[in-house]
C-alpha cells in the first residue's frame, strides 16, 4: 500500500506518517524492485493506535514506550491522567484570574501589565501554566508564505505559457509544430497544477498542526 492510500484510509498527513517514522513509531518495509516504503495492514493499525493516543494528548514517549511493551496501556493512562489532571488546575487558575480582571473597567492604556505579569510567572513557578497564544501568532505568516509562493510561480507559469502562445500567433511558420507546441505548454499547465494542490495539501497542514504539536514533546 503507497502512503496516499494511507492517507486516505487513515486520515493522518503524509508529512505527519513521515515525522511518525522518523520519530520511530513506525517502521514500513520497503519494496525491493523499486525501493518505495510499503505500508500493510500492520502499520495502518499502528497509525490508528497513534491517532488515537494523540487524540487523547498522549506524548509521543508514551507511545513509544507502549509499542515496545515496556508499559502498559493502563501505565501510560495512569501517568496521563496526572498530566490532565495539572492542567485543569492550571485552567481553573486560568478561570479565576480572568474572573478577577473582569470587574475592572479601566482601559487597556491604564493597566498594569508587569504586576500581573510578575504574579503568573509566580503560579508559573508553583507549578501552574497559562494558554500561550503567542505560539499560534505565527500561523498567519505561514499561510501567507505558502499563497505568495505558490502565486508567484502560477504567475511565472502562466507567463512562460502566454509567451509561447504570443511566439506562435505572431509568426507561425517559424513556430514549432502545434502538437509540439501544445506539449510544450502542458509542462508549465502541469506545473500550475502541482503549485495548486501544494498549496491545498500545505494549508490543510498548517490547519492541523499536528506536525508542530508532536514537536513539542
Not at 75 to 82: A, K, P, W
Not at 143 to 172: E, K, N, R, S
Not at 189 to 211: D, F, P, S, T, Y
Request: charged content about 30%; proline content about 4%; overall charge neutral.
Amino acid at each position: 500500500m503507497k502512503i496516499n492510500e494511507v492517507e486516505a484510509q487513515v486520515g493522518i498527513t503524509k508529512k505527519n506518517i513521515r515525522f511518525y517514522e522518523a520519530q520511530g513509531l513506525l517502521a514500513p518495509r520497503r519494496n525491493s524492485e523499486n525501493g518505495y516504503r510499503d505500508y500493510g495492514p500492520e502499520e495502518v493499525e499502528a497509525l490508528r493506535q497513534i491517532k488515537l493516543l494523540r487524540k487523547l494528548g498522549l506524548p509521543l514517549e508514551e507511545i513509544r514506550r507502549m509499542q515496545a511493551g515496556s508499559s502498559t496501556i493502563g501505565d501510560g493512562m495512569r501517568r496521563h491522567l496526572v498530566t490532565l489532571e495539572r492542567e485543569r488546575r492550571s485552567l481553573e487558575q486560568s478561570i479565576e484570574f480572568c474572573r478577577a480582571l473582569k470587574d475592572r473597567e479601566e482601559r487597556l492604556d491604564a493597566l498594569d501589565a508587569g504586576t500581573l505579569l510578575e504574579e503568573m510567572e509566580q503560579l508559573e513557578r508553583s507549578g501552574m501554566t497559562f494558554k500561550n497564544k503567542q505560539q499560534g501568532d505565527t500561523r498567519p505568516i505561514r499561510y501567507a508564505g505558502a499563497i505568495v509562493v505558490a502565486v508567484l510561480m502560477t504567475a511565472l507559469m502562466a507567463g512562460i505559457i502566454a509567451l509561447m502562445a504570443w511566439a506562435f500567433a505572431a509568426d507561425p511558420q517559424d513556430a514549432p509544430p502545434l502538437p509540439l507546441l501544445i506539449v510544450l505548454m502542458a509542462i508549465p499547465a502541469a506545473v500550475i497544477l502541482g503549485v495548486l494542490l501544494a498549496l491545498v495539501q500545505r494549508i490543510q497542514e498548517i490547519q492541523k498542526g499536528e506536525e508542530n504539536d508532536a514537536k513539542n514533546y
